[in-house]
């Protein structure tokens, strides 16, 4: 895996700011320099207590991914289906949509929370041939894989030295990584405290 490390801030407002003038716009081109929230949005959704791994079992074990997020917490980008539970071979994975619609330009965005109970944030693979940065979300070890094609982004927070959360955007063309971020924002102070 090849790493470089980034820098991850929440940006909701402007990501959505940014999608209704992409989605709104003649072009699918978009100008401007965006600019970084000092602090993360808040939702109804509570921290999740601090968890310890007694048993010696991946922390992950604890973390049920549709409790993680609401549609509360997307509205700034849209009216999202509720978080709906996903059968996936190597995760257990809650989806939520924004459906593709006249008004949204037909560009819909999917969001999906992925607990990998066997898949350590180190472990993370390169998406569309892109590579993998490292970075932190609140001071959590964090790694990022932006598709090349810019329509989808992969953030992958570590719960345990064993096991992590990603989440996955597919959505507009260049916002999927500021839209993941936001999320990674919102979700990360909801997950179990890191291992001492």
């Known amino acids: 895996m090849r790493t470089r490390e980034r820098t991850l801030r929440p940006c909701l407002a402007l990501t959505a700011a940014g ?14 320099q965006p600019h970084a929230q000092t602090n993360a949005p808040t939702s109804g959704v509570e921290a999740a207590p601090p968890s310890t791994n007694e048993a010696g079992d991946a922390l992950s074990l604890s973390i049920a991914p549709c409790s993680l997020l ?28 924004l459906p593709p619609t006249m008004e949204n330009n037909y560009e819909g965005i999917v969001v999906d929370l992925d607990v990998r109970d066997q898949q350590s944030v180190e472990s993370m693979n390169p998406a569309g041939g892109g590579e993998v940065t490292t970075a932190e979300v609140n001071a959590r070890p964090t790694a990022v894989a932006p598709d ?43 997950l179990p405290e890191l291992p001492s």
């Open 19 to 32: 999608l209704l003038l992409s989605l709104a716009a003649c072009s699918g081109e978009t100008t401007g």
């Open 70 to 97: 609401s549609t509360d917490d997307l509205a700034e980008l849209g009216t999202f289906e509720d978080g709906k539970r996903v059968k996936m071979p190597d995760s257990r994975t809650c989806r939520w949509q």
């Open 148 to 190: 090349p094609s810019g329509t989808n982004c992969t953030i992958g927070m570590k719960v345990d030295d064993s096991s992590r959360i990603d989440v996955g955007i597919v959505g507009p063309d260049g916002l999927t990584c500021d839209i993941a971020s936001t999320i990674a924002y919102l979700v990360e102070p909801r």
